[in-house]
RNA sequence: CGGGAAGUAGCGUAGGCCGGUAGCGCACCUGGUUUGGGACCAGGGGGUCGCAGGUUCGAAUCCUGUCUUCCCGACCA
């Protein structure tokens, strides 16, 4: 068949893009690097967002929505800012098209060159602080707690659906504060809303730490990130949330008065989880038949397969699954019901795992006269025959066991993946052999951690957070070191 | 951006070297039989062969350019 999967097995990668192509969530386009995120893709987009987007609220913060545009010379206000977009920014030059003179089609015409060019946003901190000017005077405007949701552009040379997209949607959080603690802490509280949202909801298992100072974010004093695993042993940077000192309300010559009536300079935060996520979520889970996605996020948790010959079967398990959903729904279910003639049921149950709907209810004349459903469910492939009295009740619970299972399989895996090394030799045949995250002792060094880029392509995902200190040596320069830290080649 | 591969109907592909009416499977439409793990029969529709030039009486096929995708690098909060 068109829709068979290649295996994980066989080639990882290509496994991922049929997961995503095949199960519906997204397509290429016309434009290169750019996405469509089709219904399903952007279902399962919406019920992150929509949980997120709870949890900010519920954390203080309230949306807002800056510019696409951005001045150039905006971006340069901060240094290691516009030295880390650079390379990555799309400008815009011209505001107006006309018919070309020479034949057909039109051209960018050349009188309406803009005096100062746009970037379209990489990110929104320059744009955002060049208004926070202007909002905040004194303390009593502090903290600022603002989220936004939109999309972004950046330049990249490769491109891969979800993973890294040319244009990608995500939120971006921009906090402003009197104190450098106060600031550090929404750092870290946020940092916990995106373990938490990723553990709890997409059931995938992260490690929360910082950044070292290579792979900080531009224009952060310190980035602070989660780091997932994938099944084939690279990590994922699944959100960074980052403390930004001072240097933007610098740039941007953002002061308050404080109690006391005199001037300081705002302490900044910001933050972001992207469409990325849905890659990641892909990658922990899926299976060689196709996505597996966690109930408390999935667009449709249950879907019911009737299987039925004639009109008078189809309109008795009719009635029969109209009283099921009823009762789903009023239990807050998000339930589908497959009736369309077009496929017969085998068709349906191999669509449906691939499209990773967590439980399949099958039912038939032979059920109804028992009284019982089959279920299906797809973390573990297994069958049940259950009763029809009290089905709701079950599939409540069963939904509940589906999400930490799914957990537990991860995190297993993740736990089995941290390994720590003690010699060059040893990571080296870890990177080679299991992947995965390498716990290991480093000098601290930006050339220490850069070569070891450059021999085993592994970089350092973070040094974790309540970190352990221990004397030991640099695996590779053999000098001493304080603490271990994870390594892992990543996406 | 460098190296490699590819683009022919919605999807997967044959044909290309050696130029001469574009074929097959799945999907789709109509009718019928079916329905407990990717149904079957009969009939039918859909293509300027990625796009733009060029060579030629004639181009899916040869030449040039260009766009897009995939794999490996470089790049990447």
């Known amino acids: 068949m068109s829709k068979e999967i290649t295996s994980r097995a066989t080639d990882y990668s290509q496994w991922y893009n049929d997961l995503v192509l095949k199960g519906g969530l997204a397509d290429y386009s016309a434009v290169k690097g750019c996405m469509v995120i089709k219904p399903y893709g952007f279902a399962l987009w919406e019920n992150m967002r929509d949980n997120l987007d709870r949890m900010f609220k519920e954390t203080g913060h309230v949306n807002a929505y800056f510019p696409l545009f951005i001045p150039k010379s905006f971006l340069s206000r901060e240094a290691a800012h516009v030295e880390g977009f650079a390379k990555e920014c799309a400008v ?57 949701w939109a999309n972004v552009v950046r330049w990249e040379m490769r491109t891969r659906l979800f993973l890294r997209t040319t244009e990608f949607l995500w939120q971006e959080g921009h906090t402003a504060h009197a104190t450098a603690e106060e600031a550090v802490e929404e750092t870290e509280k946020m940092l916990d809303v995106y373990a938490t949202f990723s553990e709890e909801y997409m059931a995938v298992p992260v490690i929360k730490g910082v950044k070292t100072a290579n792979e900080r974010f531009a224009g952060a004093v310190d980035t602070y990130c989660i780091e997932a695993l994938m099944q084939d042993g690279k990590a994922l940077q699944a959100g960074t ?65 009737p299987i039925f010959k004639g009109d008078d079967q189809k309109a008795a ?37 691939m499209k990773g709907v967590p439980v399949r209810m099958a039912i038939g004349a ?67 052999e299991k992947g995965g995250f390498i716990s290991a002792h480093w000098d601290g060094t930006v050339e220490t951690e850069i070569a070891i880029k450059e021999k085993t392509k592994a970089t350092i995902r973070c040094i974790p957070l309540n970190n352990k200190k221990e004397a030991g040596t640099c695996i590779l320069t053999g000098k001493p070191s304080e603490q271990r830290v994870l390594f892992a080649r990543a996406y």
């Open 241 to 305: 949330s980052h403390f930004l000192g001072q240097n933007f309300a610098k740039a941007f010559d953002v002061k308050f008065s404080n109690k006391q009536n005199q001037l300081e300079y705002v302490w900044a935060t910001s933050w972001g989880v992207s469409t990325r996520l849905v890659g990641a979520l892909v990658m922990a889970h899926s299976d060689d038949e196709g996505l597996i996605l966690p109930p408390k996020i999935a667009p449709m948790q249950v879907v019911i397969v």
């Open 92 to 148: 815009i030059t011209h505001y107006r098209l006309k018919n070309d003179p020479n034949g057909q089609g039109v051209i960018v015409d050349p009188e309406a060159k803009l005096e100062e060019e746009l970037i379209v946003r990489p990110t929104s901190e320059t744009i955002i602080w060049s208004t926070y000017k202007d909002w905040i005077q004194s303390y009593r405007d502090l903290p600022l707690l603002i989220n936004q």
């Open 366 to 432: 032979r059920d109804l006269e028992k009284n019982v459903v089959e279920v299906a469910r797809r973390d573990t492939k297994e069958k049940m025959v259950i009763s029809l009295d009290g089905v709701t009740q079950y599939i409540i619970s069963l939904l509940g066991e589906i999400q930490q299972n799914m957990f537990n399989k991860a995190k297993a895996y993740r736990d089995e993946h941290i390994t720590e090394a003690n010699s060059w030799a040893e990571f080296e045949q870890l990177l080679d």
């Open 317 to 353: 398990i009719d009635a029969k699954v109209n009283t099921i959903i009823q009762e789903l729904k009023a239990a807050g279910i998000r339930v589908k019901y497959d009736d369309n003639d077009n496929n017969r049921p085998g068709w349906k149950f191999a669509e449906y795992e």
